[in-house]
């Protein structure tokens, strides 16, 4: 029987129990869930974004200017009258007026809940500097045209590089990426290691062994839960780029295929190093209970790189100690897509870390395959980690 | 070396400082149910797994047909460890399907044969339940097909009698002397020393980690010096019979044991002449007391 069959069948029955799995069903809706949420809350704050202002009393008159001034700060306006003005600040309390405009044209007052946007604070401020500023004029006998020199003022804008109009969707597409990834490296790197113990305490994995090679039943079970884990996030990246697209709360660029799409490869990646490691961890206790001791420093390093690294990166994103830690194997797959993202990432420094990363797979790939050879049939307790690796 | 014999030859095995094994040599041929007797901590399992290749022996070889196993030998032998172990949450004819193709089996070939043992074992109306939710005498019936599915050429079971009730231990026996009769030998190891006499065709006892004792049943009860019982007179006709012992005498009940000289028909002569003899016979010690008496006398020396 060839090896590649030997692996086919471990790989397979890893896929379809896994597939079926109460855990993998659930997890992937949840996922999804909290996805669908995500946007339905984005979709409704958005469209709080416009603000309602009322105008009672003389203060009507300043529709028309307050409208003009509004739309010239980049801001939505809805702007409606009220007649009584004990009625529109009943509204404000309700909420259902921002802002509440009355008294006289020269001295308004703003009536607001408890916070008010500076914006529209600053908005009505120059409505009404600029209406004394008219008196003035009129006092002094001045006309209009005396303040075109004021009206022209203004400082000239050198641009030395065009903005990244991308730049806020880049930051938020490497976030989620990263996070989505760091995720599902360690769920499905921790599943390898949950099933290797399962196969130890149950001792099913002596029958195995005089069948086939240590080896083989490591590779077998870690691609068989990898694929399963690609599926996941090949569906959780699907539905994202749909929903995005579709409730418009991401703007999604160019970029953002071509993210996800390399996430993908990154999760390959990382998930092969991560299951070699965790595999190896696995296979050096005997009990499900003790699995998590064993475990845990090993899924605390993705976490612990990714907000380091991230921390580091969002504020400068050419900053040393992330692009270094980003050629570090066991942190590659997650910062070094955050870095692509943030267009940081020159051609060559991706090559040299898929490069690294891929001899690293193989280093941490043979030790693990040697501590699990022979720790993985050594019940009772816990095999220490030198002993694993010497005999 | 002839067709179709497992031959275990010389392997040693230390575990630190402890000698596991100590030039273990015996072979189990064609055709044969040979019986692995030894108190606990003696090495049966030791030997098995190194059979099986789950463990590396130190030293020695194990051979199938005159050549050495290997990975692809290894996949015509049928195993039942010790340690009973199958995935609890994985449907019984899942498990033995998967389990056969493991062992170069293609998937229509695997799902005939574990249909076939699920019925022949009863179980046929639970082949998609759950090993989990099987009741244990029905977990162990799902382990031996595990050992048998894959119409294994050799088999070693560790201790397959252990915790069955007697209609599984009646049942176990049938399969297993009917492999036998396939031609398959048969290694297997018990403590129920009563059945391995029924059973086997050769015992072999081991003690720490070495063979002491291995051949078939009745030749190795007939081993030793020979004891005859006698019941007859009450008096001690024995005196003067050359190269005799008297082991016990129980009122009229003696039992002697023969020295190289001695010669049972001149005892029998001997005890008729002294009265009216009853009952003459050679006494045969069962396994349980050979077994006693060569893991104590080893013990001693």
Redesign the interface.
């Known amino acids: 029987m060839t090896t590649s069959r030997v692996i086919g069948l471990v790989a397979g029955r890893e896929f379809t129990t896994r597939l079926r799995s109460k855990s993998f069903v659930i997890g992937t809706l949840a996922i999804l869930a909290v996805m669908a949420v995500y946007v339905v809350l984005f979709t409704v704050i958005g469209k709080g974004a416009t603000a309602k202002i009322g105008l009672t009393g003389q203060a009507t008159a300043m529709s028309q200017p307050l409208a003009a001034a509004a739309e010239h700060l980049g801001k939505t306006v809805q702007i409606s009258t009220v007649d009584n003005e004990a009625a529109g600040v009943q509204q404000v309390r309700d909420g259902k007026l921002d802002l509440l405009v009355k008294g006289p044209l020269g001295a308004p007052t703003a009536v607001f809940k408890s916070t008010v946007d500076p914006a529209l604070q600053n908005a009505l401020e120059q409505l009404v500097r600029a209406q004394a500023l008219q008196g003035v004029l009129a006092q002094a006998q001045l006309p209009p045209s005396a303040l075109n020199a004021y009206q022209n003022a203004k400082v000239t804008l050198d641009q030395l590089e065009p903005p990244d109009p991308d730049q806020g969707p880049r930051i938020a597409l490497s976030l989620i990426t990263g996070v989505v990834l760091v995720i599902s490296i360690i769920t499905f790197g921790t599943a390898v290691a949950q099933g290797v113990v399962e196969e130890k305490s149950s001792r099913v994995v002596e029958i195995l062994l005089a069948t086939i090679r240590p080896w083989q039943l490591l590779a077998g079970k870690v691609l068989g839960i990898g694929v399963v884990g690609l599926i996941q996030v090949v569906i959780i990246a699907g539905v994202g780029l749909v929903l995005a697209r579709t409730s418009g709360v991401v703007d999604v660029p160019a970029v953002a295929l071509s993210t996800v799409l390399g996430a993908l490869g990154w999760y390959v990646l990382g998930f092969f190093l991560y299951a070699a490691l965790l595999g190896a961890a696995g296979s050096l206790v005997s009990r499900q209970e003790e699995l998590q001791s064993a475990v845990t420093p090993v899924t605390l390093l993705p976490t612990v790189g990714f907000v380091v690294g991230l921390n580091l990166l969002l504020p400068n994103p050419t900053n040393t100690v992330s692009t270094v830690l980003s050629f570090i194997p066991l942190w590659t797959p997650t910062l070094m897509p955050a870095r692509i993202a943030l267009g940081v990432a020159p051609p060559w420094q991706v090559a040299l870390a898929v490069a690294l990363m891929i001899v690293s797979i193989l280093v941490v790939t043979w030790l693990a395959g040697r501590i699990y050879r022979n720790a993985v049939l050594q019940t009772g307790g816990r095999v220490r980690l030198l002993d694993a690796l010497r005999s | 070396m002839a067709e179709g014999v497992l031959e275990i030859d010389r392997i040693s095995k230390r575990y630190g400082t402890v000698r596991a094994l100590h030039d273990m040599t015996f072979d189990v041929r064609a055709g044969e149910l040979f019986g692995f007797v030894g108190s606990n901590g003696a090495g049966k399992t030791t030997t098995m ?1 190194i059979a ?4 590396a022996a130190d030293a020695g070889e194990v051979r199938w047909s005159g050549r050495p196993v290997d ?2 030998t ?2 015509r ?1 049928g ?1 039942m ?1 010790e ?8 449907k019984a004819r899942e498990q033995l399907v ?2 056969a ?4 089996m293609s998937s229509a070939d695997a799902r005939r044969a574990t249909d076939g043992w699920l019925d022949r074992l009863g179980l046929g109306a639970r082949r998609d339940d759950e090993v989990q939710k099987l009741s244990l005498g029905n977990q162990q019936r799902v382990q031996l097909i ?1 050992a048998l599915v894959h119409e294994p050429a050799v088999l070693v079971l560790d201790e397959p009698f252990s915790g069955l009730d007697p209609v599984a231990v009646d049942l176990m026996s049938e399969v297993l002397r009917e492999q036998a009769a396939r031609g398959v030998p048969v290694l297997f190891s018990s403590h129920q020393l009563d059945l391995v006499e029924r059973l086997c065709d050769r015992v072999g006892i081991v003690r720490s980690g070495q063979m002491v004792a291995a051949g078939g049943v009745t030749e190795l009860r007939e081993s030793g010096p020979v004891r005859l019982v006698v019941d007859g007179a009450d008096t001690d006709w024995t005196a003067g019979l050359a190269g005799v012992r008297v082991v016990t005498a129980d009122g009229g009940r003696t039992t002697v044991e023969l020295g190289e000289d001695g010669d049972d028909q001149e005892v029998l002569a001997a005890a008729l002449k002294a009265g009216p003899v009853r009952e003459f016979a050679r006494l045969r010690p069962s396994l349980t007391e050979l077994f006693r008496n060569v893991v104590t006398e080893q013990g001693a020396s």
């Open positions: 797994r099986l290749g789950v463990l990975l692809a290894r996949r032998i195993y460890p340690e009973r172990g199958l995935y609890p949450k994985m998967y389990l193709q493991l062992h170069g595990a």
